[in-house]
């Protein structure tokens, strides 16, 4: 068969086989589509089909056809952390800054002080959690920050889901997820600073400053239609402005939505345009990633240490929020809802440990470990919030 007939047969795999395990298992009541496309990537990688059927997973994903895939997946992955970037609304945040602060600040420290006692722990258990090029800092904060992670692209579908997403509680845990985005792509910079290409990495922000103030000034004057093939043509310099200056193409896709304001945007475009990359490109994403996954350390340390994550990173945003709720006196079981609604991490902290994975700070087995981690947690918000909400009194109120 030719390469292209096989890359046909790996799309009809990666698209078809999650949809039917989320269609005809009934799981559409538990968790998005999405989080099904990221077991279903983990399914189809070497560890499990790899692993059962090598010479059928070697025919189907050789390397001319992954080298294909990798193509889409990064291009899915750009746009959708620009998206991300260009949908946070720091202007509510600042004018609910006291309550937004507080809350965000300890709902995103607690997991990462708790996360990085993890990590510490597994490097006394083993150095191999560590990628090749990190110092143990690096991989410390890098799987403490992966535990106090929201991915708030898929908060929203989970809200959406729940009815709740345009109600004052919805807009607030928004709130709190765009303030905690921020602090994520601030601190995975810092991880992936590079000093020996510092001088690079400060010509790119040097110029990326610039950049940004006459990108803001033609955006205004341009005709909204003009706007958006300009957008793309920004997103894919400032990725490619990024990723020379060692900070990862990932991190420039997310400067290059943050830096443009929604309102210059048609809401109803922007969210069909998140719904179809959703739909048509991140499954190759989710499936890039799975071919990404290892057991190499043994399967069950594996296990063991996305239990731990998964339990500190729960108790952590937990904690957290519970706190910010004690101190700012909300009513009872709030802090409950909005603490499991942060749960969510898939997404952005796979997007984000696949940039960690990617510079080699952290290696193949905590990829993997940090992968069902963010599955897990997922998974369980929606089980938990649905009872709580339905528990609740007074919790969709007018109160902003």
Not at 156 to 181: H, N, T, V
Not at 245 to 268: I, K, T
């Amino acid at each position: 068969m030719t390469t292209v007939e096989i890359y046909l047969i790996a799309l009809a795999l990666i698209f078809s086989v999650p949809y039917l395990i989320w269609r005809l298992a009934g799981l559409d009541r538990v968790a998005p589509l999405a989080v099904v496309q990221i077991v279903g990537g983990i399914l189809l990688g070497p560890g499990v089909l790899g692993s059962w059927f090598p010479g059928y997973y070697e025919f189907v994903f050789s390397a001319p056809v992954v080298q294909a895939l990798n193509g889409i997946a990064w291009w899915a992955v750009m746009l959708f952390v620009w998206i991300a970037g260009i949908e946070l609304d720091l202007k509510k945040a600042w004018e609910n800054r006291v309550d937004s602060g507080i809350t965000a600040g300890l709902a995103l420290g607690v997991p990462l002080l708790l996360g990085a006692g993890a990590a510490l722990l597994m490097l006394l258990y083993s150095s191999d959690w560590m990628g090749a090029r990190a110092t143990s800092w690096q991989f410390v904060l890098g799987v403490g920050m992966a535990c106090a992670v929201t991915a708030l692209p898929i908060l929203i579908l989970l809200m959406e889901k729940l009815q709740i997403l345009r109600e004052p509680l919805g807009q607030r845990i928004l709130r709190y997820a765009s303030l905690d985005d921020v602090v994520i792509w601030a601190v995975l910079a810092l991880i992936l600073m590079d000093w020996g290409r510092v001088g690079r990495q400060l010509a790119f922000l040097l110029l990326f400053t610039l950049a940004t103030w006459a990108l803001r000034r033609l955006m205004r004057w341009l005709r909204p239609a003009d706007r958006w093939p300009v957008s793309l043509v920004w997103l894919i310099l400032a990725a490619l402005g990024a990723d020379w200056a060692g900070l990862h193409f990932m991190v420039g896709a997310f400067l290059a939505g943050v830096v443009l304001d929604a309102d210059w945007f048609d809401q109803a475009q922007l969210d069909l345009l998140r719904h179809h990359v959703l739909l048509t490109l991140m499954p190759v994403f989710f499936l890039s990633t799975g071919l990404r996954t290892t057991w190499e350390m043994g399967g069950i340390a594996v296990f063991v240490a996305a239990a731990l994550l998964l339990a500190v990173s729960v108790a952590g945003k937990l904690a957290g929020v519970h706190l910010a709720g004690r101190l700012l006196g909300w009513p009872r079981g709030e802090a409950s809802v909005i603490g499991w609604l942060l749960q969510t991490k898939a997404l952005i902290m796979i997007i984000f440990a696949n940039v960690l994975l990617d510079r080699q700070v952290i290696s193949s087995a905590s990829f993997t470990a940090l992968l069902l981690m963010a599955v897990g947690s997922t998974v369980l918000t929606t089980p938990v919030v649905t009872p709580l909400l339905k528990r609740g009194e007074g919790l969709l109120g007018p109160r902003a």
